[in-house]
């Protein structure tokens, strides 16, 4: 009969020698039984009367270990590089760890379970054994930690860039979010084409792109930018676009409110790329000063690992970009903590509010909101593509060595005093360089100089919101105004004989032909200032002629007080304060 088939018969396994693991990718028979795809133990089973039974036991889908991996720079951190097919019958890879295997199975388990491979419940400690005794020969460089490793090869959780044979190894199969849908080109005329005449979009994905820049710049250390604006105004816009360089908008966006291990495991699996945050207003006041230290500077705490032993620190280089409705000083002070100069240098704010939220140029859109509904279904439909180009093409140049000197260029357009704003400005710099780059490239539609000069105008207005000066003698200003404006009639006593006695007196006051002058005591001063040193108050109050009188060398000067006494005293005129904070 025509319609009839001939079956074909299962192929019959190798011969083998008991006891054994076996992995078969396709379905075998073995002396004549039927054997389903997976990895087989063959044993044997000694009954009462002491006779061998062969035994034949299914273990889990068809599992593979191909390669033993290391990490060349250290010589240790080895692994096994694993090659599974999972329930969906796609083949996957996972570079485990070696140090896995000494501890219990479940930690295996646990990954290999997540990333689908069907194991037999009763039988899974027996897949860790057989992983365990495997002995490929292969050997396969271990990427510990994500971006550079070398001039011509940058790794991603998703794919190698560049020239090399490494993969990349993590005890998780966690990909950091990286990920990839749409076209390059639909990412460009989604969100590319909107960048011309809008400065903020421009610093989102300028932000994006900067990372790999870090460091052929030799720049140790991360940072980054905060938007700030009302709600609804399009900054988180801007985020979920300059996310969508590396991976779909919202699910590489991370919220503040994540915990601080939480976000140093993301910032290690983004190591030379971007670290993307929103709703500053979620993160916990008490330890959001910590995170951006950390995030920024680049270093986790020191933890044990599963011996107690002292694991290796994480580490990683990141850009941040963040936005929210508050600013870090006013989360901060949610808990009674006050900023550090470092801090606002490492996030520096970046008012969002432009002519249409957060726009400039609508591009034919309605509106602002109407245009932020466009990016953010672009950041969701066309994404993961901008960011590995970029570093594709960066590789294919051969400019890494140039890019020092190509910063230097762009530097010189911000003017900058030496100390925190220099700082910033080279942030800045940065930003422009990788967009100027990327222009170049034919990435981004923007013409040569647009976005130095964008970024530019960026940082001009964030030294005009901040003013001049150091940021602590600001802080430091506005804290001894703030308490003269809460204090200044009860904490402050007359020095004319006879005037009734404060509680809790902070000094006193003194009345002359322009006002009042405040005395303050040395623990007064202290109470103003909330914890900064005396000596660093001294300097910032006299930095504004706020000190009325002092002696020389000094910044009190002595008075005789009405008890006799002759204390040294600061004399603060709070008129020399109004504006200076």
Not at 62 to 84: N, Q
Not at 429 to 440: F, N
Not at 560 to 581: C, E, F, Q, T, V
Request: glycine share 12%; net charge neutral; proline share 5%.
């Amino acid at each position: 009969m025509s319609n009839v088939i001939e079956l074909i018969p299962a192929p019959e396994a190798a011969p083998l020698t008991r006891p054994c693991f076996r992995t078969y990718d396709h379905a075998t028979t073995l002396d004549d039984k039927p054997l389903k795809p997976g990895v087989w133990h063959h044993g044997n089973k000694r009954d009462a009367d002491g006779n061998l039974t062969p035994v034949d036991e299914w273990l889990c889908g068809p599992l593979h270990v191909e390669a033993v991996t290391r990490c060349e720079s250290r010589k240790a951190e080895y692994g096994r590089l694993l090659r599974f097919r999972n329930l969906d019958d796609r083949w996957l890879t996972w570079a485990m760890p070696g140090e896995l295997l000494a501890g219990q199975p479940a930690d295996v388990l646990r990954v290999l379970f997540n990333m689908g491979l069907k194991i037999a419940h009763r039988h899974r400690a027996r897949v860790v054994e057989y992983i365990a005794e495997q002995s490929p020969n292969r050997r396969v460089t271990a990427a510990t930690s994500t971006g550079w490793h070398g001039p011509e090869l940058f790794i991603t959780p998703l794919e190698n860039i560049g020239k090399g044979d490494a993969i990349h190894q993590a005890e998780s199969a966690a990909d950091g979010d990286y990920g990839k849908a749409g076209t390059l080109d639909g990412w460009r005329e989604g969100i590319a084409a909107l960048l011309p005449g809008n400065p903020i979009l421009q610093l989102a994905i300028g932000t994006a792109l900067a990372g790999p820049l870090l460091a052929p710049l030799n720049i140790h250390t991360g940072g980054g930018f905060h938007l700030l604006w009302d709600s609804s105004n399009g900054k988180t816009t801007a985020v979920l676009c300059a996310a969508s360089a590396w991976g779909h908008g919202a699910h590489f966006t991370l919220k503040w409110n994540a915990t601080a291990n939480g976000l140093e495991g993301i910032a290690a699996l983004r190591n030379d790329g971007l670290l993307a945050l929103d709703e500053l207003g979620q993160a916990d006041p008490r330890y959001v000063g910590d995170v951006v230290y950390s995030v920024a500077d680049g270093t986790g705490k020191q933890r044990a690992g599963r011996s107690s032993a002292a694991r290796r620190v994480r580490r990683w280089r990141v850009m941040l970009l963040s936005s929210g409705e508050v600013t870090l000083e006013t989360k901060m002070a949610e808990a009674g903590k006050r900023t550090r100069a470092g801090q606002e240098v490492r996030l520096v704010t970046v008012s969002a509010g432009r002519t249409f939220g957060a726009w400039d140029n609508l591009h034919d859109h309605q509106s602002g909101a109407s245009l932020s509904d466009a990016l953010k279904r672009a950041s969701s439909t066309h994404y993961g593509h901008a960011g590995p180009e970029f570093v594709r093409l960066l590789i294919e140049s051969g400019d890494l060595g140039r890019l020092p000197e190509m910063l230097e260029t762009i530097r010189a357009h911000f003017s900058a005093p030496p100390g925190q704003p220099a700082r910033v400005a080279e942030r800045f710099a940065i930003v422009a360089l990788a967009l100027e780059i990327a222009a170049g490239m034919g990435l981004l539609p923007l013409a040569q100089g647009a976005a130095t000069a964008s970024m530019v105008e960026l940082f001009e207005g964030w030294r005009g919101e901040r003013g001049e000066g150091p940021s602590e003698d600001r802080q430091i200003l506005r804290a001894v105004a703030d308490f003269i404006d809460r204090h200044g009639g009860s904490r402050f006593q007359s020095l004319e004989k006879g005037a009734i006695e404060v509680r809790d007196r902070a000094g006193y006051w003194e009345k002359t032909d322009n006002g009042r002058l405040y005395l303050f005591t040395s623990s007064g001063l202290k109470d103003a200032a909330q914890g900064f040193e005396l000596a660093r108050v001294g300097r910032a109050l006299d930095s504004v002629g706020a000190i009325a009188k002092k002696e020389s060398g000094k910044y009190q000067y002595r008075r005789s007080l009405p008890d006799g006494s002759n204390p040294g005293l600061y004399w603060i005129n709070p008129a020399r304060l109004d504006g200076a904070s």
